[in-house]
C-alpha cells in the first residue's frame, strides 16, 4: 500500500487530508510539525510527503530541505500544502526541493488526483 506522510500542525486540517488520502486508498502517517516529519521519514521512508509551509519547531521548508539532503529520503516527492500563496513563498517552497506546491483550501478529490499524478510521475504508485 502506498504510505504518505502528512505533517500539519491544525488538527481539522490534518484530519481531514488523513481521512481524504485513506478513503482514496492510502495508508497515512501522520506527524503536527517540521521536526516529527523529518523523524518519522527517516525512520520508515513514505511514498510521498505533504508538508504545511508554517509549522511549530521546524518549518516546512526547512524540513524539505533536511528531507532532501538526507540520502534515505532525498528520492522522495515532497508537496507543499499551504494557505500561502504568493509566488515568493511557492518559489521558496520549490527551491526548498519541494516537487509540487497545493494551495488550501482544496477540494478532497482535487488533492487525490494530484497526489496520484505525483506519484506516476514519482514511479511511486502501488
Do not use: H, W
Not at 484530519?15 to 501522520?30: C, H, K, M, P
Not at 510539525?33 to 519547531?57: F, H, Q, S, T, Y
Not at 482535487?110 to 504508485?125: F, K
Request: aromatic letters at 6%; proline letters at 6%.
Amino acid at each position: 500500500m502506498t504510505r504518505i506522510l502528512v505533517a500539519e500542525d491544525e488538527r481539522d486540517i490534518r484530519e481531514l487530508i488523513a481521512f481524504t488520502l485513506r478513503f482514496a486508498g492510502f495508508d497515512v502517517i501522520l506527524a503536527t510539525n517540521g521536526a516529527e516529519a523529518v523523524e518519522l521519514a527517516e525512520a520508515n521512508p513514505p511514498d510521498l510527503i505533504i508538508l504545511d509551509v508554517r509549522m511549530p519547531k521546524m518549518s516546512g521548508y526547512e524540513a524539505c530541505r533536511r528531507l532532501k539532503e538526507n540520502p534515505r529520503t532525498s528520492s522522495v516527492p515532497v508537496v507543499f500544502l499551504s494557505a500561502k500563496g504568493q509566488d515568493s513563498e511557492i518559489q521558496q517552497g520549490l527551491a526548498s526541493g519541494a516537487d509540487e506546491y497545493i494551495l488550501k483550501p482544496f477540494a478532497p478529490d482535487e488533492l487525490i488526483q494530484q497526489v496520484r499524478d505525483i506519484l506516476n510521475r514519482a514511479g511511486r504508485n502501488s
